[in-house]
């Protein structure tokens, strides 16, 4: 039992885990690059995502800096607001761009009732809810030998993992958005300045996938021992 139990951890949850690092990695190093080259147009990525709105004639959503936050963008569905890093919000630079124009991405698709979005939206609370749980799962389950808890804890991976799966469709429309925005609006030309923005929002696409291969090998994980319980 220890050896299987040690391998199947291994395949499931270290290999993903790796593949996350990797993925990591590769967004980490794209922004360091595409930071440091300054678009043609100049202007930062809090500029470029009221010039994004505005053409797309969305004047309900407020763009807000997120003091000390490195690469934490994001946009707030719930307060429509769209919340970038420092750094995207003030620097004129590739990646700023790119990163402001994604995110402005998901406002658009909330703006057009996207339903992919729709859907993730509509499953937050429950993976609220099965993330809060899950501590309490593995520790009632591995460390007091609750056994009976690691059901439960397949039905929370199964949540997260499904949310996951939801979410691939909704970044890789929000960066097809971005990429045609930027160029149709003239924000990056065409050659050099287009292939670092689509190599920037390339490699945080990975991030994604790996998020989702880290929640299905965790789910996987837990339905081996589910099974070697029963």
């Given at each position: 039992m220890g050896y299987n139990y040690f391998s199947h951890y291994l395949i499931y949850v270290?290999?993903?885990?790796?593949?996350?690092?990797w993925a990591q990695f590769k967004v980490s190093a794209a922004f360091k690059k595409y930071s440091g080259i300054r678009a043609t147009r100049n202007i930062t990525g809090a500029e470029t995502a009221r010039a994004i709105l505005d053409a797309a004639q969305i004047h309900d959503v407020e763009v807000v800096q997120l003091d000390g936050s490195m690469l934490g963008?994001?946009?707030?569905?719930?307060?429509?607001?769209?919340?970038?890093?420092?750094?995207t919000y003030n620097t004129p630079s590739l990646a700023a761009v790119?990163?402001?124009?994604?995110?402005t991405g998901h406002a658009i698709q909330h703006a057009r009732a996207y339903g992919p979005l729709k859907l993730r939206m509509a499953v937050v609370p429950a993976t609220q809810i099965a993330s809060q749980m899950l501590p309490f799962i593995m520790i009632g389950g591995f460390w007091f030998g609750i056994f009976a808890l690691i059901k439960l804890g397949v039905i929370c991976y199964g949540i997260l993992t499904f949310f996951q799966l939801i979410t691939l469709p909704v970044e890789f429309d929000a960066s097809r958005r971005a990429k045609i925005i930027l160029g149709e609006m003239g924000i990056v030309r065409p050659g050099e300045e287009a292939d670092g923005v689509n190599n920037m929002l390339n490699a945080a696409a990975l991030t994604y996938v790996a998020a989702f291969v880290a929640a299905l090998g965790n789910l996987l994980w837990m339905l081996s021992l589910s099974r070697r319980n029963d």
């Open positions: 270290g290999i993903p885990l790796l593949l996350g690092m963008d994001h946009y707030d569905p719930m307060n429509k607001r769209l919340c970038l890093s420092s750094e790119g990163i402001a124009a994604h995110e």
